[in-house]
Structures are given as C-alpha cells and as structure tokens.
C-alpha cells in the first residue's frame, strides 16, 4: 500500500497550491479519502474529506471557500485545491484513505510566508 503526496513548497500570502495523492495497493474507489495537516507544535487536523464516490465533501471551517477536494478514481488519485493561502495554513499535509482501516501517505510541507 502506498500513498504518495506531491505538489507541496513555499508559496506567498494569497497564492495557490495543488496537492496530489496517488494510491497504490489498495481498491482506491472503495476508500473515503481525506486531507490533513499538521503544524508545529499541534495535532493533526482534518481539512477535507471526500466520500468514495465523489458524490459528498467535507471542509474544515478554516478552508471553506478556499480548498477543493476532488478525485479521480480512473487515476486512483486525490487533490486538494488550495486558494488564498495565508501564513496560518503553514503544515505537513497527508493524505488519508479510510475504508475497513485506514493508510496514511509519508506527508507534503506547504509553507505560506512572504
């Protein structure tokens, strides 16, 4: 099984970032999958999930209207979008696929500063 995060770096205030997570080892159509993150210092906090199937996401009030998750299940892959950054959404950021038990990606840096 393997998760493997990329699209991760510095980017200033108000700029943009693509995160990727491509799956491998797994029925990746069966998985719920979820972005997280985790700054220094704090725990790990979700910021985005999305059903199976596409057909239901979730955000973190932090990243509503700022972050995109989606999927391509053809390409076993999962995105996060992710708009206005702002210094506070500095963090390791993973990728989580949950089904009968849940695998967790090795982690992408994002850092936001000017």
């Known amino acids: 099984v393997q998760l493997v995060e990329s699209g991760g770096g510095l980017v200033q205030p108000g700029g943009s970032l693509r995160l990727s997570c491509v799956a491998s080892?797994?029925?990746?159509?069966?998985?719920?999958m979820s972005w997280y993150r985790q700054a220094p210092g704090k725990e790990r906090e979700l910021v985005a999930s999305?059903?199976?199937?596409?057909?239901?996401?979730n955000y973190a009030d932090s990243v509503k209207g700022r972050f995109t998750i989606s999927r391509d299940n053809a390409k076993n892959t999962v995105s996060l979008q992710m708009n206005s950054l702002k210094p506070e959404d500095t963090a390791v950021y993973y990728c989580?696929?949950?089904?009968?038990?849940?695998?967790w990606g090795q982690g992408t840096q994002v850092t936001v500063s000017s």
């Open positions: 999305i059903t199976s199937g596409g057909g239901s996401t």
């Open positions: 989580y696929a949950q089904y009968t038990r849940g695998y």
């Open positions: 080892g797994f029925t990746f159509r069966f998985y719920s």
